[in-house]
């Protein structure tokens, strides 16, 4: 399956959807999640029958930490202000069973010597029987100590 799409100042081109698997929708800009928003009924499929029948899906968090003093308690990652758990650097989670819709990811209790590099927190859209991926990247920097 594929879809077109297309930017400002940008001629369109084409983008593979994945037929089955994982659906990655980690959103830097509003356009991203726009985009996504009108894009994943797509990839879902339209079923028969009423919505509140509709299978839950997941999202997977992945953490990527680079540089030097690591953070050596780890994150936290919080779902909606509601959802919370504890991941080490470099690792994933997966949180299961969440209806479909938009939510908001946001890693936290990061160190004072890192960064998160990238959006935080990120938007994500999870699809019946699919798992959404949302990442973060965080840079860690050597302290200067007395």
Same mark, same amino acid.
């Given at each position: 399956m594929?879809a077109?799409?297309?930017?400002s100042?940008v $001629?369109?081109? =084409?983008i =593979?959807?994945p037929?089955?698997?994982p659906v @990655?929708?980690s959103f830097r800009?509003?356009? $991203?999640a726009l985009f996504? @928003? ?5 990839? @879902? $499929?339209?079923g028969d029958?009423?919505l509140?029948? !509709? ?5 997977? !968090? &992945?953490i990527s930490s680079?540089g030097e003093m690591?953070? +050596?308690n780890g994150y936290? &990652?919080?779902i909606?202000?509601l959802?919370t ?7 994933s989670? !997966?949180?299961g069973?969440l +209806?479909p819709?938009?939510?908001? &990811?946001?890693?936290t ?16 859209i999870v699809?019946s029987?699919?798992?959404t991926?949302g990442?973060f990247?965080?840079?860690?920097? =050597?302290t200067?100590?007395?």
């Open positions: 594929s077109w799409i297309t930017r100042g $001629g369109p081109r =084409a =593979a959807l037929e089955r698997g @990655a929708c800009t509003t356009m $991203g996504c @928003a009108v894009l994943m009924p797509l990839v @879902a $499929g339209c029958g009423p509140d029948n !509709v299978n839950p899906g997941s999202i997977e !968090v &992945v680079h690591l953070d +050596p936290q &990652v919080v909606d202000g959802l758990r504890s991941v080490e650097i470099n690792s989670t !997966v949180f069973g +209806p819709g938009i939510y908001s &990811v946001h890693l209790n990061v160190a004072l010597n890192c960064i998160v590099i990238e959006e935080n927190p990120v938007t994500v699809v029987d699919k798992k991926i990442s990247g965080v840079q860690c920097f =050597a200067l100590g007395l």
